[in-house]
């Protein structure tokens, strides 16, 4: 039985991928890789073959026309055996001893017929460029080492967002609620971690540093200037997760609350992006997306509006656009997104 599936998406990752590969072999037996070449023109075909010939029982390597990463990850997902699902960037890595204990969880869990919804670990920003790096933690917000629903959840600091680098989900949920991540689309991490979180009852935190986030690419999709760039992909996402759920009626009061959270600050990126691009196509796409919102769920807007996030972030004039610019300066210290 493999106990976890590692889905590694990769486009021309020839130069980088050995090493989040490489960081997941010290459990070859329980675990699964599923390596995704979507379409790379470069050796990435080549180093995947040669790690399923050398590891046939525990690597896969998939070929597919250039998707994207969400559609990568949906193949990941289509072809995972694991109990659990992981996904793991080609530029980053998982710390080894922190990736056993995760498994070995799993395992006992499994064992005792407590397999739960949502594993959570901790991440780490991995910023060499700058010769730091930053561990995001959840110890104040999260029950350790036990199985746990949402009603024992504590309050999130604004950095403690869930992500797609701290969240490993089971398999089955996540067919269950039939996520489907968009073709062509960057920023879908948001949506793979965002819309299966109503589906999910029971949960387990880890306090281990396992994932480790590399920043510093120039071609990186958080790169600022990438990003804006590529606002259509981020806004079209956006509105993807307002639409995934009715998020206001929600049974748990703490779900709620954290999604609705976890949204303001993906409206926040959104609207900041839009100001800081200085077009007036991108003012008025900021002015349509909180449009959007408010026609779709009033409720939820009027919830986003009144975080400490939203509040400033539909303003449109010069002063308004300004504290805008301030406080995307602000969660980008805060969140560390790039």
Request: glycine share 4%.
């Amino acid at each position: 039985m493999k106990y976890l599936t590692v889905a590694i998406p990769c486009y021309n990752s020839g130069e980088y991928m050995n090493k989040a590969i490489e960081s997941c072999l010290i459990l070859k037996d329980d675990i699964e890789i599923i390596i995704v070449d979507d379409g790379s023109t470069d050796n990435t075909a080549e180093i995947g073959a040669s790690y399923v010939k050398m590891y046939p029982e525990t690597i896969r390597c998939i070929h597919q026309k250039n998707g994207g990463h969400g559609e990568a990850v949906n193949t990941g997902l289509r072809h995972a055996t694991g109990l659990y699902f992981k996904v793991l960037d080609s530029d980053d890595w998982f710390e080894q001893s922190a990736f056993v204990k995760v498994v070995n969880t799993i395992k006992e869990l499994h064992s005792k017929d407590e397999d739960v919804d949502m594993m959570i670990a901790n991440y780490v920003y991995e910023k060499p460029s700058e010769n730091k790096s930053s561990v995001i933690k959840y110890t104040n917000a999260l029950p350790q080492d036990r199985v746990f629903r949402w009603y024992d959840v504590k309050h999130f600091y604004p950095q403690q967002n869930l992500l797609m680098h701290s969240v490993i989900y089971r398999t089955q949920l996540l067919r269950n609620c039939n996520l489907e991540l968009p073709k062509h689309t960057f920023y879908v991490d948001n949506l793979f971690v965002y819309e299966p979180l109503p589906h999910v009852t029971t949960l387990y935190y880890l306090n281990v540093d396992l994932y480790r986030y590399y920043i510093g690419r120039e071609d990186q999709s958080v790169n600022e200037k990438i990003m804006i760039s590529r606002i259509d992909q981020q806004l079209k996402v956006t509105k993807l997760m307002i639409d995934s759920c009715d998020v206001m009626n929600l049974k748990s009061r703490k779900l709620r609350n954290y999604m609705v959270k976890y949204l303001s600050m993906i409206m926040t990126v959104s609207s900041a992006l839009c100001v800081k691009s200085n077009t007036e196509e991108n003012l008025e796409k900021r002015r349509e997306l909180w449009a959007y919102l408010k026609n779709q769920n009033k409720d939820l807007y009027k919830a986003v509006k009144h975080t400490a996030l939203g509040t400033f972030m539909e303003m449109d004039s010069k002063a308004g656009r300004k504290a805008i610019t301030i406080g995307y300066s602000i969660s980008q210290k805060i969140f560390a997104f790039n």
